[in-house]
């Protein structure tokens, strides 16, 4: 076959090249047209290995055309083609078919005695081997390769083999024989001018410098190899650079652009067909994931990075993507099934003879151990991970396993051991940079200064803790990672807090305390008020891509469905009801990635580490004459910050056990009872019970506060974790309920409320009352109503009308908005907490991405003011999605609501509003009429106010 006449090189080169453009016949005519030559084929074979790091859909297509003519060829031109098809399906990563390639390609190599032929295919079938954890196969053949090429003179291929075998020993944690092999190796390619070579195994240096943490080097050598990549167009091994850039940028600590590469590479990897490279990208973002607490992004990750290493046999990579799921497992309180994941990992990699991961799974195992309060088995998961750990060189994780141990003698009453654990971190944290870990290890050291009497070095050890975890916050720009990362570290703020109380000046005690609490509650929303108007990219809204809106309208699609299950006449069958929630929770979780996705390539506005942060100072200005009450725990006691534009005192309320347990009996009768017992027999009784507990709570969280208060002024509350779902105005005392005597308004915190009255957003005119009645709540629109005939040409919309288009458009510039309808709330998934429209439901993810100029925006409905609280205190819920809306004050309330007793509140409301008294006052007659209707506080106290709800003339 081929043409008649000899072609010149430059003819078969252009030939050549043309292999890989246009159909699959096209293509298969041009080979036809070429000579079938061994010639021609070790020109179709050398393309194909420079197309590998250039485009691999193209080197694809040339190995499958050498395929083509190496059937014409036969002898060593069928292991060459064997022998590409491998490469290509080795960058793919799918590892057993190119261990078949290259097995087919060895065949062929030894049957024809090519001995050099066949080493390169074993230095190729080495890194298939290597990846899917057949180590002792790989190193058998890497010396079997060694002595051939070593037989040939072939320097070049040594030092390839060289790199490789550093690879496969890096993989292993043996990182300082990685570093040695790849540094000769290195040194090999410099003197042959090896282009390739050199940048791969640049590249792995810069890893290996990354993993022993000496990113100064690391950072130097990823910036030349990145060069070099760019200089002679190697773009698939860019993706690797970048990749790997990332995972150093995780390790220092710089969140937000280890994150926003991450989805950068791994995104350009998945158009590329790098599937290998995908996978492990998966792999190191779920675990900087994890380390974040931001579990539930991570679980996808994990997952996905899962179910491909299985497809490809990949073993180790398996395991490290079941370490992570195990970690967010038990995070869970899945104990059994996280201890079973830990399990299946540590197997896998002993069954490889990889000692150093089996340590890590180990140290993994431990930290979830100590956090379960499991100290002892922690420290003997420590103890057997601490040594192998050592011999590899990851001194960042050997800290980490003496930090385990030293909060194991804490627990067993050995302070002199937690001492000496607690040096050799530090020692170790000396030479490695690892700010996740020293914040750690300050804060312990804290906690030994503080338990033996040395103030002075306590409050000097949890300050450098305190700063480490604020350079670490700094780095992060999503607002879902930094509720997150606060998790289990609220702590660290709650010492400062303890350390500022103990100044000598009172005055500055306090403000430098209140400071510190501002930084630990609600800080993730004060951020987001405080960067004031976002960009399109952060809001998304109207703007949102074609993908994201495809999937919101599956969401809603199954909502609908199960609305109209649970509201039928006839009760639907569990099965189907069951089907329709488990669809609506997979489209929910798609859109979540999705958004979180989104955010990351479209970060907004420039982060605002701390913006929101109000001083002392500013709250009081911000308080006219209301007066704040600021709730905080500090390390066990609850605490209460009393604030007015005049004086500032902390007041120590006692063990926030005891409020905590208060609380719960509270509510429990206030709202735990089944209805007909407040409308039997009983109701007198169930109302009395109700009214002693909360009495006892005023005792405990009001009462002290009492010599700072004065009857008549504007109350604004900040509370605290479980004190966010307490009806303040109905606390009973001698002289009556506190809203009597007070106009109450809550806040998230001090810093929020303060943020609300300087925040520049154009305030709107007229009103929009929307109304959606069903069966269950039949006076929706009688309700609507009255609150439009109340606030006087209003715009009213019910039942198929109110929608949320009408809530986007007309609600934009209305002053006033009121929505009756049901409320949802999620405590699963609070983001998705939503009330119920025409036809669909606005989840706090859509009143995100609404634009208001509203005074005053009340939701009547169920539970609609009732936010999961999260990290830091963050209140997940629908009043954190209307204030983020540009809302100045929302209506909302703290538990199901009764349809008529609410009827007559928001008409009273509305009234006493409409004839111009603030929100506050109207709320406190509209509860007042109610009151007098219904006496038990489950029918008058439901509603609160939270933002600016104070009388205007007082501020």
Known sequence: MGDAYPLTDDQLRRGVARLVDGALGARRDRARALPHTEAVADLIAEDVVRLLRVDLDRAERMAEALSWIAGDVGGRALGAAARALGHVALQRGRHDEALRHYAQAARAFTHLGLDLELARVRMSAFNAASRTGRHATALAWAEQARAIFAAHGDLLRMARLDANVATLLFRRDRIDDALRMGRRALRAFERIGAVEDLAI???????????????????????????????????????????????LHAQRGEYARALALYGSVRSRAAAAGQDYLVTWLLLDEAELLVELNADRQAVPLATDALERCLAGDMRQDAAKARTQLAVCAARRGETTPALALFEEARHAFAEEGNQARVALTDLYRALVLARAGALEDAAARATDARGPLQASSLGAKVALASLVLARAAVGAGDATGARGHLADARAYLRRYRAPAVAYQAAFLLGELEHADGHAAAAARAYARSHRLLEGLRSHLRDEELKIAFLDDKAVVYESMVRVALQAASPRRAVARGFAFVQQAKSRALADLLARGALDREARLGADRPSGLRAMRAELNACYREIDRLEQGAEAPTPRRLTQWRARAAAAEERLTRALFEQRRRHPGAADLHGGGVARLAEVQASLGEATLIEYV??????HAWVIDRRRATVVPLGPMDVVRQQVRLALFNLVGLPGPWRASGQARQVEASTQAHLRRLRALVIDPLASRLRRGRPLVIAAYGPLHRVPFHALPGDDGMLGDAHPITLTPSGSVFALGRTRAVPRGTGALVLGVADRKAPRIAAEARAVAARLGGATLRLGARATATVLRTVGATSRVIHVATHGLYRDEHPMFSAIRLARTRLDVLDLYDLRLSADLVTLSGCSTGVSFVAGGDELLGLSRGLLHAGAACVHLSLWDV?????????????????????????AQQATAATRARYPHPYFWAPFVLVGQAAPAAST
């Open 201 to 247: 195994t640049q590249l792995n240096t810069a890893v290996r410098l990354t993993a022993v943490h000496d990113f100064g080097r690391a950072l130097r050598m990823f910036a030349r190899t990145r060069a070099w990549c760019v200089r002679h167009g190697l773009h698939l091994l860019l993706l690797e650079v970048e990749g790997n850039l990332a995972y």
């Open 633 to 638: 725990d500090v390390r066990g006691d609850l």
């Open 898 to 922: 009764d349809d008529e007793s609410t009827t007559i509140y928001m008409e009273a409301f509305y009234e006493q509003y409409a004839a111009g008294r603030a929100p506050a006052d109207a």
